[in-house]
């Protein structure tokens, strides 16, 4: 099966510039996750979708930071505008909510601001 | 919410045995799991521990005690591509998966 798409693999902005990042999980996967990893650290999660609705967004910058799951499959992320600290990769995984199943990544978008 | 600390880094020997301990405290939990993730690319799952035990599955295997909020992995005969960070994560029961800041694992020869 394919697995999680994401684009673009990689993007560079400068400050207060915005920038989306797409992903397409799963086919039939419900929960939608987006991922910020800093060079160096673990995965941090910014929000959670189960099909088109919002789970847990705690730590969202909401000031800047927004994402939205129309229809229950596809999902953006967006930043407007970005900071230098939003440098990162940007990891987007779905699952099927149940049992042992995992969860599985895209290969990420690396942002780069400057 | 959720607190999962592990160590920073390790170094073992090729052909050797690395344990890589996780704790976790966490509201609701909903299984514990390990992934693999190689530098500039993305995680993928090793193992998962819901109930009390050990789970083996070829040269890895993984540990947990919930009463405790511990968990293991342990690599078996250590090969070079085993090299990576290992990521401890705890999934809730609305299925929220947070993670650990990882362990990095050098191997060598």
């Known amino acids: 099966e394919a697995g999680v798409a994401q684009s673009p693999r990689y993007k560079i902005i400068e400050k207060r510039q915005s920038v989306a990042f797409w992903c397409n999980p799963i086919?039939?996967?419900?929960?939608l996750y987006w991922y910020q990893q800093i060079l160096g650290q673990g995965p941090k999660l910014l929000i959670q979708?189960?099909?088109?609705?919002?789970?847990?967004d705690s730590q969202l910058p909401k000031d800047r930071f927004s994402a939205e799951r129309l229809k229950g499959v596809d999902s953006t992320l967006k930043i407007q505008p970005a900071k230098l600290e939003d440098s990162a990769v940007y990891l987007c995984?779905?699952?099927?909510?149940?049992?042992?199943?995992?969860?599985?990544f895209g290969q990420g978008t690396r942002l780069t601001v400057v | 919410g959720q607190n999962i600390d592990q160590p920073t880094e390790m170094t073992a020997t090729e052909g050797a045995i690395v344990q890589i301990n996780c704790t976790y405290q966490?509201?609701?939990?909903?299984?514990l799991f390990w992934y693999q993730q190689h530098a500039g690319e993305a995680p993928t799952f090793l193992s998962y521990?819901?109930?009390?035990g050990l789970e083996e599955k070829g040269r890895f295997s993984s540990f947990l005690s919930r009463s405790k909020g511990y968990s293991y992995l342990l690599l078996k005969e250590l090969q070079m591509k085993d090299s990576a960070s290992y990521l401890c994560?705890?999934?809730?029961?609305?299925?929220?998966?947070?993670f650990g800041a990882g362990t990095t694992v050098t191997v060598r020869a």
């Open positions: 995984a779905s699952s099927i909510p149940t049992g042992n199943t995992e969860a599985f």
């Open positions: 086919s039939g996967h419900a929960t």
């Open positions: 979708f189960q099909n088109n609705g919002v789970v847990d």
């Open positions: 966490t509201s609701g939990f909903n299984g």
């Open positions: 521990n819901v109930l009390d």
């Open positions: 994560a705890c999934r809730s029961n609305d299925y929220k998966l947070s």
